[in-house]
């Protein structure tokens, strides 16, 4: 690529934000990694993220972020991703703390003084909606955010993907703003599975890492086929919304008109998508990623992978 994109990645690392860090590192402008609670509590998804960003050889600013939902009560996921949130290897202690815990704050600074950066949230989406609420002018200055979750169906409800249902009316802020909106959802991410031939990649990619990081797809496969009916392995979400600004020809896409529905009963954190062909159709606001190429994506995983320093 002649140019890189700047992102500043905004994450709960869980075992696919890991990748989707690794990934960032190597193909992308990290300018700034925060973190919010999600798949775990803050303060292990801070300490998470310092951990994968030392096995990248980064030292991009670390910042802690918001630790609960906007108005819900917190819910993590420790059923699929451990106690630890990375449960699966043992790591190295991180090489030190956050470099500060007001990750909103940051998010303004970074986005202000890079015009044209991407922001690249991974899980839910207090930290991004704060930063908004307090700094409407990011959404001239930034050029998008590319972010996982949705879907056309649920995972944690029928309708409702977990990182949307954790934090509605943190998403409907996001997809109201009027920023450019790139959805990587649950319809195009369980194309991207962590199959027993994938991992034996990852094994294989990195005579220190790879071990560890087959480790962590092994435990999160695990989970995910004890959870569901057909899964060969586990999807790696949040990688996707890495890839699509790093390797756009991956994706097809399409423009569609997104809201998230926070107050109904059965339907609270669905990512309502306009797929009607009526010309009175609502205005597309988002680009909703709908195939990615497996097989290319998942080589470029391994690629990032190999890039990682030896230590």
């Not at 922001?119 to 307090?134: D, S």
């Not at 600004?245 to 529905?261: G, I």
Request: net charge negative; hydrophobic share 45%.
């Amino acid at each position: 690529m002649a140019t890189r994109v700047k992102v500043l990645m905004d994450c709960d690392p869980g075992h696919d934000d890991a990748f989707a860090l690794i990934v960032a590192s190597k193909f992308a402008d990290v300018l700034g990694v925060t973190t919010v609670a999600g798949n775990a509590p803050l303060s292990l998804t801070t300490k998470n993220a310092r951990i994968i960003l030392d096995i990248c050889g980064s030292n991009v600013p670390l910042h802690s972020g918001a630790g609960r939902p906007l108005v819900a009560e917190p819910i993590h996921a420790a059923y699929i991703h451990g106690e630890s949130g990375m449960d699966g290897a043992n790591f190295d202690e991180p090489s030190r703390p956050a470099d500060g815990t007001d990750a909103v704050h940051f998010i303004i600074d970074t986005a202000r003084a890079n015009p044209g950066l991407w922001l690249v949230p991974t899980g839910p989406l207090t930290n991004i909606a704060l930063a908004l609420r307090a700094a409407p002018d990011l959404v001239k200055n930034i050029s998008g955010i590319s972010l996982m979750g949705g879907g056309r169906f649920g995972n944690r409800t029928a309708t409702a993907e977990f990182n949307i249902w954790c934090d509605p009316e943190a998403a409907a802020a996001v997809f109201d703003s009027g920023a450019k909106v790139v959805m990587s959802g649950l319809h195009l991410t369980h194309q991207l599975m962590a199959t027993p031939k994938r991992i034996e990649m990852v094994r294989g990619a990195h005579k220190v890492v790879g071990p560890k990081l087959a480790g962590l797809l092994e435990f999160f496969s695990k989970m995910y086929k004890s959870l569901h009916d057909d899964f060969e392995g586990a999807p790696l979400h949040d990688v996707c919304a890495v890839l699509y600004l790093t390797h756009p020809e991956l994706f097809v896409a399409s423009e569609k008109h997104v809201v998230v529905e926070i107050d109904g009963e059965h339907t609270r954190g669905m990512t309502v998508i306009d797929d009607r062909h009526v010309s009175s159709r609502t205005t597309a606001n988002t680009t909703v990623l709908e195939t990615i190429d497996a097989d290319a994506a998942f080589a470029t995983i391994v690629e990032a992978i190999r890039a990682c320093p030896e230590r």
